[in-house]
């Protein structure tokens, strides 16, 4: 199965500025990369889809780019609300699987 | 559009139990359906996926005890949990796919499974 490995498991920020979350793969997914947004006590959020395409509703300041095995991220300018845990989730090959998550918390 | 689990609850080492998820709001029919669950404190973790034509996935820690299935005249899909362990005790959460595989775009709210004696 394919492994997806999130760094760093926490980033400590504060709001207003820029956050790089990174999703390796252990072999190579294109660009079938998933991301997800989950505040604490809630169901999971999805943020992006093929790398770099925002959901329905999802704000501009969340952008994601890569392919291969090398995914980025990144959230421009931190919003108070932005301070929770995300993950990544590859779509390539069955069985499907998560990332370890990243927690975006205040510094 | 909504999903809702149900079904959860306490079971012993070795037990069974059925999760149940009934979708509105959306062509149930043309959908893939996705179960995830999570332990407590812990990361996302894909368990099993049925698709449109009743093709079904699994990770390799459930293959063989869990069995997944629809119901699309119920707009319901299940989950059977056969033979559960310890480490089956998380949320399990039941989730809709995009079209063309673009992610779980609505999810439940979860469903409890603790599995102790």
């Known amino acids: 199965e394919i492994v997806l490995t999130q760094s760093p498991a926490t980033l400590s920020l504060s709001p207003g500025e820029r956050a790089t979350l990174s999703c390796r793969a252990s072999?190579?997914?294109?660009?079938?990369l998933v991301w997800y947004q989950q505040n604490p006590g809630q169901s999971p959020r999805l943020l992006m889809y093929d790398a770099s395409k925002r959901a329905t509703g999802i704000p501009d300041r969340f952008s994601g780019s890569g392919s291969g095995t090398d995914f980025t991220l990144t959230i421009s300018s931190l919003e108070p609300e932005d301070f929770v845990v995300y993950y990544c989730?590859?779509?390539?090959?069955?069985?499907?699987?998560f990332g370890g998550g990243t927690k975006v918390e205040i510094k | 559009v909504q999903v809702v689990a149900s079904g959860g609850g306490l079971v012993q080492p070795g037990g069974s139990l059925r999760l149940s998820c009934v979708a509105s709001g959306f062509t149930f029919s043309r959908y893939d359906m996705h179960w995830v669950r999570q332990a407590t404190g812990k990361g996302l973790e894909w368990v099993s996926a049925i698709g449109t034509a009743g093709d079904t996935y699994y990770s390799a820690s459930v293959k063989g005890r869990f069995t997944i299935s629809r119901e699309d005249a119920k707009n319901s899909f299940y989950l059977q949990m056969n033979s559960l362990r310890a480490g089956d005790t998380a949320v399990y959460y039941c989730?809709?796919?995009?079209?063309?595989?673009?992610?779980?775009?609505?999810w439940g709210q979860g469903a409890q499974v603790t599995v102790s004696s």
């Open positions: 989730a809709r796919d995009a079209y063309g595989g673009k992610g779980h775009d609505y």
């Open positions: 072999q190579s997914i294109s660009t079938y």
């Open positions: 989730q590859q779509r390539a090959n069955w069985p499907l699987t």
